[in-house]
């Protein structure tokens, strides 16, 4: 049986991320092999995302990645390629319902360092005249440190490095994981029937990442959701239109000269691997009455275009499953994103990379991210899911 040192499964931007910190010049020399079946991406979510990145999460290891992606974002220029990224501000607003919330959220981010900018319904209609604040008690935005970038390219980029960095593409999928023991993953079998044998297994197959942990006696409560995302024109949009996350559930932020934008689906079940339907009803019933409601202007829109992407949500606690099983050592995790994986990518891939390398982590200490949480019934909830 040929033998590599890491099999990454899955060469999304999580996967190729850590392939890319992997192989990093001077880093890990161990042989690196990304088995990801498809390399145009088609229906991955790095490729089917929003794209964006905020530092307004209630879970601190959330806002610290974030901090570290924008500021790789930043650098891609220099060595990945463009990433096309817009500097922005999400605009987060709550009802008199919801003020209590917001303020709680604003006061972790603070205490985590992020400048956030609490706003009344008149500083509202003072900072974001062309908003309808006649039903909001609060706002929060920032001065930096969020945004939207081209998520497809941060993929090609990372892959690309990889690759020029020594990393194996096989274009194949993991069937399996083979054990040896019930503690310890000995290798894979790929689609193709082989077997290629491994010291260190990472499981970044997203939305499919349940399956290939359950070979290996894991149980992940990681499921593929479905969300749409609906593209628009507006012949009157206001400018420098932030993203803004609106009480209703819907998100809306500027892509070029149109807007795209999306809700959370009242009804959310589980959606078969390969359900990428559009719902269009959703923007009918649901978007497009939210956004007149919240912009004015946004009352005349033209529907241009719609794709649907899967996240791989984490029903336990909508936050990330990162690093090695305490049962099985060297089946190391990173899935459950829960729809904000492709903006911490990069610090979960220089994660990845330091584990491997040192047996720790050595920048960002992603240990609150570990799977023993849910074992232990001790969710990390993120309570800011968009
Ligand atoms: C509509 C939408 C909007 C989003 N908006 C944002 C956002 O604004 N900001 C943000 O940060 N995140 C956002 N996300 C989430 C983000 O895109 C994902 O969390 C992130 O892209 C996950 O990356 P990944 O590499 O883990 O998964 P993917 O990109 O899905 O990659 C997983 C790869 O695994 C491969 N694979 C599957 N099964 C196997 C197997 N058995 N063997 C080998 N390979 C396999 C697949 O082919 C795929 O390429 C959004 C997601 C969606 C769908």
Redesign the pocket.
């Known amino acids: 049986m040929p033998k590599v040192d890491v099999v990454i499964?899955?060469?999304?931007?999580?996967?190729?991320?850590a392939a890319y910190f992997l192989t990093e010049p001077r880093g890990f020399t161990g042989t690196v092999a990304v088995?990801?079946?498809?390399p145009t991406?088609r229906?991955?979510?790095?490729?089917?995302?929003?794209?964006?990145?905020?530092r307004q999460f209630s879970t601190p290891i959330n806002i610290e990645m974030s901090a570290f992606?924008m500021e790789f974002l930043r650098a891609c220029g220099g060595g990945l390629g463009d990433v096309n990224l817009k500097e922005s501000t999400y605009l987060t607003l709550a009802t008199p319902a919801g003020a209590t919330a917001l303020r709680r959220n604003v006061d972790i981010q603070r205490r985590c360092g992020v400048e956030v900018r609490q706003l009344d319904a008149a500083g509202l209609a003072d900072c974001y005249p062309w908003i309808n604040s006649s039903d909001l008690a609060m706002g929060a935005d920032t001065p930096d440190g969020e945004g939207?970038f081209d998520?497809h390219g941060l993929?090609q980029g990372l892959r690309r490095a990889a690759l020029k960095h020594g990393a194996r593409y096989i274009r194949?999928?993991?069937?399996h994981v083979l054990m040896d023991g019930a503690r310890r993953v000995a290798g894979v079998r790929l689609?193709c029937g082989d077997t290629l044998r491994c010291r260190w297994l990472v499981n970044?197959?997203?939305?499919?990442?349940r399956?290939?942990a359950a070979s290996a006696g894991i149980d992940l409560p990681v499921f593929a959701r479905?969300?749409?995302?609906f593209v628009f024109s507006c012949a009157q949009a206001p400018a420098n239109c932030p993203l803004i996350v609106d009480p209703s559930s819907l998100w809306c932020r500027p892509e070029g000269s149109r807007f795209i934008c999306?809700v959370v689906p009242a009804d959310d079940p589980e959606v078969a691997v390969g359900d990428f339907d559009v719902n269009y009803q959703e923007f009918d019933e649901l978007v497009w009455p939210a956004l007149a409601h919240r912009v004015p202007a946004f009352e005349a829109v033209r529907l241009d275009s719609a794709?649907?992407?899967?996240?791989?949500y984490n029903v336990f606690d909508q936050n990330?499953f990162v690093g090695p099983c305490e049962s099985v050592p060297n089946l190391i995790l990173?899935?459950g994103?829960?729809?904000?994986?492709?903006?911490?990518?990069p610090a979960v891939g220089r994660a990845l990379a330091e584990f491997i390398r040192f047996a720790e982590y050595r920048t960002i200490d992603v240990a609150s991210l570990s799977y023993t949480r849910y074992p232990r019934n001790q969710p990390l909830r993120e309570h800011i899911v968009?």
Not at 9 to 17: H, I, K, L, P, T
Not at 172 to 175: F, H, L, Q, S, T
Not at 204 to 209: D, L
């Open positions: 499964a899955g060469g999304g931007a999580v996967g190729s991320a088995v990801e079946p498809d991406y229906l991955a979510a790095s490729t089917r995302s929003a794209a964006s990145i905020r992606g939207w998520g993929l194949d999928r993991v069937e689609g970044a197959t997203g939305t499919q990442s399956a290939l479905k969300r749409c995302v999306g794709w649907a992407g899967h996240y791989d990330a990173a899935s994103f829960s729809g904000h994986g492709l903006q911490h990518a968009i």
